[in-house]
């Protein structure tokens, strides 16, 4: 037999389990250092101006995709996958989370994402990626579920400046690969932080703004940033970085679409259960959202407007929608694709929900150059599907990151298989 390995994918839909179960551990066991593959025959979502390719292959070297197209041949030594007409995508977006720099939300000492300070508590120049780990059993949960990269967001627990936070792919990298954003809660969830207004927001945010920009002197006694702090905010003021807002309602996120354009910075919006009503301004502004597409109901007064169709609608006007959860995002990034497909089901094109997991937050988040699309010359992070992506029912058959086969496999599975094994294979682990 040649060195070209064939691995077949084909799964009659009523032997998909079985299919998890043997041909994906095949992929699985391709080692980690082998980065040359061939993709062959699958329907490759590229999410590129080439759009969706029918029975297309995919050329990996040196963990980086070198061609795309029908028909290719694989040099000598290189592996190669039939995937038989099954869906290729880059890697998902994981939202805004805390994957590896939260364990267990509960306990405060696996916690790294929140700066509570009581003298001086806005400090800008808190770096939550400092305190990311690659071994987290997050990474391998979020992973088998076709998530690659994810944004860590800094928590605003401790002050409505929260810190920042950058991209980090789930590969075992210790880095974020671009730039950092800063994190910000505006409107009535961080008005307890704010003197119980969110007027006040604004107020605080004007001092900071003097003070970064030289109009405070540093040594007043009623100054509210240190010098980093102010080196920081001056460096998200000179367009050197995207501030990242989590806020909901409409006339919070008109106040900072004018704020933003009166200091020149990049924003972008988080949550914005209100966003749909400004969309043609936000169009305009070049701001994108991160929507929760499955906020329907007035959860709070902030989010009297909310809706399923506020995706749709948004990219309707011509904004970059991508996607974002409320609550407990680090331990549920496998919703990502709920929300996507929920938004789709309300009116958001395939394609955009889609791109709004992959190339839209990359390009966003400053790192669509290296991920977010399958093009040549990008890193080979890429997701091959039973069915479906934005079809819950379906699942991530084979997840490689920079060429490399991901282990599909996680602390989670591996618990289940051992209690799920027949009597007697397992050690014994609790009475009957």
Not at 231 to 258: E, H, K, N, P
Not at 303 to 319: C, H, I, M, P
């Amino acid at each position: 037999m040649s060195a070209v390995t064939r691995l077949a994918l084909r799964c009659p839909v009523v032997r998909c389990r079985a299919w998890l179960g043997t041909t994906l551990l095949l992929l699985a066991a391709l080692p980690l250092q082998a980065q040359d593959l061939l993709i062959r025959n699958a329907t490759v979502h590229t999410v590129s101006a080439r759009g969706s390719l029918e029975h297309a292959d995919v050329l990996v070297q040196g963990g980086v995709i070198r061609a795309v197209g029908s028909g290719l041949s694989a040099p000598a030594g290189v592996a190669v996958v039939e995937a038989a007409g099954k869906p290729l995508t880059p890697a998902l977006f994981g939202g805004i989370t805390e994957i590896g720099i939260e364990e267990v939300s509960g306990e405060a000492a696996t916690v790294d994402s929140t700066l509570k300070l009581t003298e001086q508590p806005l400090r800008p120049e808190f770096d939550v990626s400092l305190a990311y780990n690659p071994a987290s059993v997050l990474v391998p949960v979020a992973r088998l579920d076709g998530i690659g990269f994810t944004a860590l967001g800094a928590n605003s627990g401790g002050g409505f400046i929260a810190g920042q936070g950058g991209v980090v792919r789930l590969d075992g990298s210790a880095e974020p690969i671009g730039p950092l954003a800063l994190y910000i809660r505006l409107g009535a969830s961080a008005a307890e932080l704010t003197g119980s207004s969110r007027a006040a927001q604004w107020m605080l945010l004007e001092q900071m703004v003097s003070e970064a920009r030289g109009r405070v002197p540093a040594d007043s006694p009623h100054a509210l940033l240190t010098p980093a702090g102010r080196s920081t905010l001056a460096r998200y003021l000179a367009g050197q970085g995207r501030i990242v807002v989590q806020v909901d309602r409409a006339a919070d996120i008109g106040q900072l679409l004018r704020w933003a354009a009166r200091e020149k910075v990049k924003i972008a919006i988080a949550g914005g259960a209100e966003a749909w009503r400004l969309a043609p301004q936000l169009a305009r502004a070049g701001v994108p959202v991160f929507v929760d597409a499955l906020g329907n109901l007035p959860a709070s007064f902030d989010q009297l407007g909310a809706t399923l169709e506020n995706a749709a609608r948004l990219r309707a006007a011509g904004v970059q929608v991508s996607f974002a959860q409320r609550d407990d995002a680090s331990h549920n990034a496998r919703k990502m694709r709920q929300l996507a497909g929920n938004a789709v089901a309300n009116g958001l094109p395939w394609q955009d929900g889609l791109a709004g997991l992959t190339r839209v937050p990359a390009q966003v988040l400053g790192v669509g150059e290296r991920i977010g699309s399958i093009e040549v010359g990008k890193l080979a992070d890429l997701v091959l599907w039973e069915g479906d992506p934005l079809d819950v029912g379906h699942y991530a058959g084979q997840v490689w990151l920079g060429g490399r086969a991901m282990p599909m496999r996680s602390r989670q599975t591996e618990l289940r298989d051992r209690y799920l094994a027949p009597a007697g294979s397992e050690p014994r682990a609790y009475p009957r």
